[in-house]
């Protein structure tokens, strides 16, 4: 049975601009060129040789299993605690899609592929042979909110927050919601958005709105995904930059790469900036805690990851404990 867990995520819009056409879009799973395995001579920048403007970046607490049968286009992202897990079957993800934290990927089968310009929020499942942003259209669709069309030719595909794609085809310019679950078999089409934490099972349940499982893609929901997409292209080059300088700096507590919406620098643990790359957990940038070092070592469990590499700061006071796999990430925010 599917049980949605909880996530806590600070979560703003992201404006940008988007794009109109009424072509339809067909993406390989990995585009041509610029592709590599992650294997012990490509961590953690894939592959090793590659410049930082198309190189992608592996967080050194991913856990990559049987790398060879693992493939990774340009700028793609992988970050601290993801597991990709090509034990049973193959993983292809194409360039400028992002595989956050804590996120599971276990393929069986023909595999699980994904496309270009896919976002694999915090502590999403994929398991299964799946088939994720290969193909779909470009619109144009209707936006349910202002009922104007509009089309998105440079399209991408959204997984949010703590939700499951299980066995499934989710096509691009769409979204499956945090806490949701898309099934065995089920094909979600171009332009649906499955609502929070719903369990789609059937592909009516995927088409039709009538049944309450799905509704239309909205002009926002491209806008996001556009700015998503974005920052974590800029972060697989940031981080990139960082592990040549110095492989230590991207391990443990550490800096935040310098890009265009964030100024890098150290966190600050008990009043105190601090650097410290043998520490068990991820801590990066601009994320400040009352406690002392000495004393989270003692209250902060395992596969934990608090991100300021953003926009935004996470400032959290005096704690009693941290369980094993929390994700704090503060997302950026821009206006126009």
């Known amino acids: 049975m599917f049980k949605p ?3 806590f995520s600070a979560l703003t819009a992201i404006i940008l601009a988007f794009a109109i056409s009424t072509q339809i879009y067909i993406q390989p799973a990995v585009a041509a060129g ?23 970046f592996i967080d050194p607490t991913a856990t990559i299993i049987n790398p060879t049968n693992i493939t990774l286009g340009e700028n793609v992202y992988v970050a601290p605690f993801a597991q990709l897990d090509a034990t049973n ?16 990927i276990t393929a069986s089968g023909t595999g699980v592929q994904v496309g270009e310009r896919v976002i694999m929020a915090h502590l999403t499942t994929i398991k299964g042979a799946a088939k994720i942003g290969l193909q779909g259209s470009t619109g144009p ?25 299980d066995g499934a085809t989710i096509e ?5 919601n945090f806490l949701s679950r898309v099934g065995p078999g089920v094909t979600l089409p171009s332009g649906k958005v499955v609502l929070p934490g719903k369990n789609v099972t059937t592909n009516l349940e ?55 919406f964030n100024s890098g620098g150290l966190p600050q643990i008990g009043g105190t900036t601090t ?20 004393t989270l070592n003692n209250k902060l469990a395992n596969r934990i990851s608090l991100r300021g590499d953003e926009g935004e700061p996470i400032n959290i006071g005096q704690i009693a404990g941290m369980a094993n796999d929390v994700v704090f990430h503060a997302l950026l925010s821009f206006t126009r």
């Open 34 to 56: 610029g592709t590599c395995n992650p294997t012990a001579s490509n961590l953690p920048i894939c592959p090793s040789t590659a410049p930082s403007e198309s190189a992608s």
């Open 141 to 165: 669709f209707t936006d349910p909110i202002t009922n104007t069309q509009f089309s998105n030719t440079v399209p991408e595909t959204f997984l949010a927050f703590n939700c499951e794609v």
């Open 89 to 104: 079957g193959p993983i292809s993800i194409a360039a400028d899609s992002n595989v956050q934290d804590q996120v599971k």
């Open 275 to 294: 650097r410290d790359p043998n520490f068990r957990n991820r801590i990066v940038g601009n994320v400040i805690m009352k406690d002392s070092l000495a």
């Open 206 to 260: 995927a088409s039709s709105g009538t049944l309450g499982k799905v509704a239309n893609l909205t002009q926002a929901d491209v806008r996001l995904m556009e700015g998503v997409v974005a920052v974590n292209e800029a972060l697989a080059k940031g981080y990139a930059e960082l592990a040549r300088a110095d492989l230590s700096n991207v391990r443990g507590i550490n800096y935040a790469p310098v890009t265009s």
């Open 5 to 7: 867990r909880t996530i």
């Open 172 to 176: 691009r310019n769409s979204v499956v």
